[in-house]
């Protein structure tokens, strides 16, 4: 069997970096009206040019929190500063952001969707690509808690019709991300980070 495609786990300092650049550059976000943004973010590394967006912000947002405690002090006065920020800024900019949200959702369901069409011509390859691919399910959960309350009409249907062929070709597995995420992502909500596609013997 290949290798399993790797989540490692990024540096908390690191997903607090592109937070800090996507917060200088979230009006340009908004008014480019394009749904991915490619930031130059500055890590000890040196410059990383990362591609991001709505979704990816409330993914990340929401992981630093749960790992506020890696944070030293200084980046927890930082992290709680920038949510402040991107909070007001998300409102500025309600109808406009949502409607970023939105698209991303419906590109990140083709995304899923071409992924496993393609699982049917291949299953070792769908296997090992699995836990890369699955980063747009997460996405979408992050995207879900801000739009879910008032989701476009249909939307609900094809995430859950995308979670059926998921759930179809999947069978339980270990957590398929760095063990160190493990604790953020229980399996009850993230239930598709426990499971991998099945190949059948030949």
């Not at 980046?75 to 949200?101: G, I, P, V, W, Y």
């Not at 993230?190 to 499971?195: G, S």
């Amino acid at each position: 069997m290949s290798k399993l495609s790797t989540i490692l786990a990024a540096d908390p300092a690191v997903d607090l970096a592109v937070v800090r650049e996507m917060a200088s550059e979230f009006q340009n976000y908004i008014l480019s009206d394009e749904v991915y943004h490619i930031l130059v973010v500055r890590t000890r590394q040196g410059d990383e040019r990362i591609q991001s967006s709505g979704g990816d912000l409330l993914a990340r947002l929401n992981k630093l929190q749960e790992q506020i405690t890696k944070l030293t002090p200084e980046q927890q006065d930082e992290l709680r500063q920038l949510r402040r920020q991107l909070d007001e800024s998300m409102a500025d900019f309600r109808t406009r952001f949502h409607s970023l949200l939105e698209r991303e959702v419906k590109a990140r369901l083709n995304s899923l969707n071409w992924f496993l069409d393609e699982c049917k011509q291949d299953q070792r390859q769908c296997r090992v690509s699995y836990p890369f691919e699955i980063r747009n399910r997460h996405r979408i959960d992050a995207i879900w808690d801000i739009i879910g309350d008032n989701p476009p009409e249909g939307m609900r249907g094809q995430i859950e019709a995308v979670d059926r062929r998921i759930r179809s070709i999947t069978s339980p597995a270990e957590f398929v991300w760095d063990d160190q995420l493990k604790g953020i992502y229980p399996q009850g909500k993230y239930w598709y980070l426990y499971v991998l596609p099945s190949v059948t013997k030949e």
